[in-house]
């Protein structure tokens, strides 16, 4: 029931809102070209040269490596979840988002500490008579971390979008007598294609801007080298940080050549997707699943815990004492959780215009607006800091309105995690089916009421876990949060970077674990709850 | 549905606020150590700090200031060099009245793009003539000192050598860790190469490589790696040993080894203290940096950092390495600013940062 789709120009309004949000998006991006020009940096002779191409290079195959990887373990997840009769489907559906929380220098420090020489499970083996564990370091270290905590990038929409995919497709190709994997391989991936692409291109992105796991891997990266150069020469590290940038608005701008193909379907409200059996594949799937998240959030846990249990049980027998108390702890939670609901409902809100040009009409600026929102998070957080910090500065009603407020701590966030919550807009957008739009119109409906008497109610639960993306990011958020929030405004991560800096490892792990708390309530009442309605 | 959403929202606030707020008057954990007596009421001044020391440990300090000056105390927390980099962005318009330095290179930067204020006479003098610049743009508050920390399972003192300079040696291959973008790492570098020389510098490091050193992001991960075993010594800052034995007193197998007294392997590097050009709290920020070196924090800083005390006569920790070198810490330090460059290019150059 294909309909010939005739893409109109957009209205008027809607281009200068995007034209305005693109511009705010692009202030990091403006930011940098400025002070190459100021600095005399000189980014063009430094192409080509030595110093860039190795550690380019380096940036580049980790995060093809980290991207593939992460690309299949998120798509078979969130098929099993969300599609078959996998076991524990609820538990599992609650647990596999959870990476997106750990801080990345934590969860590789946990990697480290535990599984290196010394370490907890390294111990643990070498009483087995197992001598030899595989050793975290360099680039396998790296794509490890990496995939284990990038995954949900690409597991989260693709499941929304397997929710989503019409039934009708898949009976006809059953009745057909096709076998389950070929109906997967012929109908379901394509359709989920450039969904999977979407998050796929995040996780490159991420992995290229990631600085904590990198360093703590000893993995050297062009994120590195623009950190180490900052103080030691300045235009140098600008150079570099608009290489990297640009080098991001090519790629974006070219995935979006390659699946041009939008995220359409005309049959969203076909009740419930079918359901597979997994039969003989039950087992395996049930490892599979387990195994992943035993590496991706069991491995962590049990080295936050052992930490802080640990800690806790020498401050009763007399140790050193806890550096933090309940208050503290009470004051940086509330504030962790409520400064990232806003900035996840800000970001779904400042980039749900861009999705809707992108999905329903003809529109370049909506194309260019959506490659500035994506391509930005390639840059590490503490550019974005920088950024802000230098518009405020630049403009006097800006200074007196802006400085020191949450406000531009939330604007911030947005201009950092908009692109998460992009991709999985772009879908809820995309599954409104036109014919109830031409039926609202037929019947005298104006334009801004049929936005909020049909599509909104029909996207909400897509923009129910686009936002749960941008929160659980936030809450894990360090250089723009210190740099950025008003002053004595301290959240979970940058209590626990402080505890972890001078070997707090106790009060790191508490922390960590009311973090992990905090974002299983949201997971579960953002993206399950809401998800369920699909 | 509504309802449920309400009652939720009403248990959980009643959870976060619900807990009682401790006595305003009189202060309660480290931060009484150092200052017991009663908080005296507002002063009407105010002072805001970018720290790049860490909140744990810096707090109770300024928790004792406020309390007993009456000085209403604001910090933003970071490190150093993102906080340097900031105040780079903010120039005359930023709220920092005094930048708190882990390490003397995040000053030597602020210093060249002159952001740095002249700190009165009657603070610089409260520390050596040494441990403060000569132009009077930052006065140290506390001093770590560098030394070898190494493995005890592989390792033991009569085993170590005397010099930095004979960890090249095939004895040692592959067993040293060297933090080469660290802070306080290309500090040190820098003074090296200011007394050897640059070929003697860049030789030694690249001995190193060619002896298979290793690569580590910091200080931290070193200490931390050799308490397992797994790297056999590095290159560190004396202090972070004592805060992971702290943390981990029956798993953490490493000691601090110092070289010999008057080797550059055994250099005392300082943190330092700085008042912003900007700054419009001319008065408190003075009074905040003379409270650093009074001798009550000096004291903290040896017992419960477990640095090296700068000021008021207070003696270090016994637990401390002994440093009868102190001389060493004449060096120049205002030449960290220019000569920080030229160090990072060298350690970029070595290809240390690869291995």
């Known amino acids: 029931m294909t309909q010939i789709e005739i893409k109109r120009g957009a209205p008027i309004g809607l281009r200068v809102v995007v034209f305005a949000l693109a511009f705010l998006f692009s202030f990091p991006g403006i930011y940098l070209i400025w002070r190459n020009l100021t600095e005399d940096s000189d980014p063009i002779s430094l192409i080509g040269t030595e110093r860039i191409l190795s550690p380019l ?8 490596a980290v991207s593939a990887s992460a690309a299949v373990i998120g798509t078979l997840l969130a098929w099993l979840t969300s599609r078959t009769d996998i076991y524990g489907c609820k538990v599992w559906k609650l647990l596999l988002p959870i990476p997106l929380v750990f801080p990345t220098f934590l969860g590789a420090a946990a990697f480290i500490r535990t599984m290196n020489p010394g370490g907890l499970l390294n111990r643990f083996f070498s009483t087995l008579g197992v001598d030899q564990t595989i050793e975290m370091r360099g680039f396998f270290g790296a794509w490890l971390v990496l995939t284990l905590f990038c995954y949900p990038y690409v597991y989260l929409p693709v499941a929304a979008r397997f929710r989503q995919l019409p039934r009708s497709l898949e009976e006809s190709s059953r009745v057909l007598g096709q076998t389950p994997i070929r109906t997967f391989r012929k109908i379901i991936l394509p359709q989920a294609g450039p969904v999977i692409a979407a998050g796929t291109l995040i996780v490159f992105l991420y992995t290229i801007s990631d600085f904590g796991a990198v360093q703590l891997m000893r993995y050297d990266t062009l994120t590195r080298s623009i950190f180490t150069a900052q103080l030691a020469n300045q235009s140098v590290a600008l150079a570099l940080s608009l290489i990297l940038l640009l080098l991001a608005g090519v790629i974006v701008l070219s995935e979006r050549i390659f699946s041009r193909v939008t995220f359409k379907t005309d049959q969203a409200l076909m009740g419930k997707p079918l359901e597979y059996e997994l039969g003989k594949w039950k087992i395996p799937a049930f490892i599979f699943t387990i195994f992943v998240s035993l590496l991706s959030i069991g491995a962590p846990l049990l080295a936050i815990g052992d930490w802080a249990s640990d800690g806790i049980f020498r401050s009763t027998v007399g140790g050193r004492p806890l550096t933090i108390d309940r208050e503290q702890v009470w004051e940086s939670a509330w504030n962790t959780l409520s400064i990232s609901v806003i900035a996840g409902i800000a970001a779904v809100l400042a980039v749900l215009p861009v999705a809707y040009i992108v999905a329903k009409y003809k529109s370049r600026i909506g194309r260019f607006s959506h490659a500035v929102v994506i391509s930005t998070f390639a840059l590490p957080g503490l550019l974005i800091a920088l950024a802000m910090r230098f518009w405020t500065l630049r403009t006097d009603w800006a200074f007196d309105l802006f400085n020191n ?17 992009m991709g999985v807009v772009l879908l809820a957008v995309a599954a409104v089916p036109q014919r109830l739009q031409d039926a609202g119109r037929t019947l005298g409906v104006q334009r801004g009421s049929r936005f909020f008497r049909i599509d909104l109610p029909l996207m909400t639960p897509g923009l129910g876990a686009a936002a749960g993306l941008v929160i659980l990011s936030t809450m894990k958020e360090l250089p723009i949060t210190l740099l950025i929030s008003p002053l004595g405004f301290s959240t979970l991560a940058t209590r626990i970077f402080s505890s972890f800096e001078d070997a707090f490892v106790t009060e790191a792990g508490i922390m960590a674990l009311v973090l992990v708390l905090i974002s299983f309530f949201l997971t579960w009442f953002l993206i399950i709850r809401k998800a369920d309605h699909f | 549905m509504i309802l449920r959403t309400f ?3 009403v248990l959980l606030a009643s959870l976060l606020f619900g807990c009682g707020g401790s006595d305003p008057e009189f202060l309660d954990g480290r931060a009484a150590e150092i200052y017991g007596g009663e908080c005296s009421g507002g002063n009407g001044k105010s002072v805001t700090i970018y720290s790049g020391r860490t909140e744990n440990l810096i707090n109770p300090v300024l928790e004792a200031f406020a309390c007993e000056t009456g000085t209403n105390v604001q910090v933003r927390w970071g490190s150093s060099i993102n906080l ?7 120039g005359s318009k930023t709220q920092a009245d005094v930048f708190l330095s882990r390490s003397p290179g995040p000053v030597g930067y602020l210093e060249s793009k002159d952001l740095l204020g002249q700190i009165g006479e009657d603070v610089l003098s409260l520390v050596d003539e040494q441990n403060h610049s000569a132009a009077g743009t930052w006065v140290g508050f506390s001093g770590r000192k560098r030394v070898l920390v190494y493995n005890t399972d592989e390792f033991s003192p009569e085993t170590l050598p005397d010099s930095v300079f004979d960890l090249t040696d095939p004895k040692f291959k592959g067993k040293v860790a ?3 973008t660290n802070g306080s790492f290309v500090d040190w570098f820098t003074v090296f190469i200011d007394q050897y020389g640059e070929e003697t510098a860049t030789q030694w490091l690249n001995d190193m490589v060619d002896n298979d050193a290793k690569y580590y992001p910091n200080n931290r991960s070193i200490v931390e790696a050799a308490g397992r075993g797994e790297i056999s010594m590095g290159l560190v800052n004396h202090y972070y040993n004592y805060q992971e034995v702290a943390a981990n007193p029956d798993t953490h197998k490493a000691l601090n080894y110092s070289f010999n007294d008057n080797d550059i392997g055994s250099l005392l590097v300082i943190t330092a203290a700085t008042k912003l050009a900007s700054s419009e709290n001319d008065e408190a ?18 017992d419960r950092t477990f640095e090296y005390p700068l000021a008021a006569g207070v003696v270090p920790n016994a637990a401390l390495p002994a440093l009868t070198a102190l001389e060493i810490g004449s060096v120049d330090f205002d030449k960290l600013g220019g000569g920080f460059e030229e160090a990072s290019r060298i350690v970029e150059a070595s290809g240390i940062l690869n291995r």
């Open chain 1, 57 to 64: 290079w380096r940036s580049v195959s980790l995060a093809l």
């Open chain 2, 7 to 9: 009652l939720t929202t």
């Open chain 2, 285 to 302: 920020a003075e009074d905040l940096l003379a409270y650093l070196l009074t001798a009550p924090v000096q004291q903290y800083f040896t």
């Open chain 2, 178 to 180: 060297i933090p080469g």
């Open chain 2, 84 to 90: 340097a980099l900031l105040l780079n962005e903010e």
């Open chain 1, 405 to 421: 407020t949450k406000a531009l701590l939330v604007f911030s966030y947005v201009v950092r995690f908009g692109s998460l919550a």
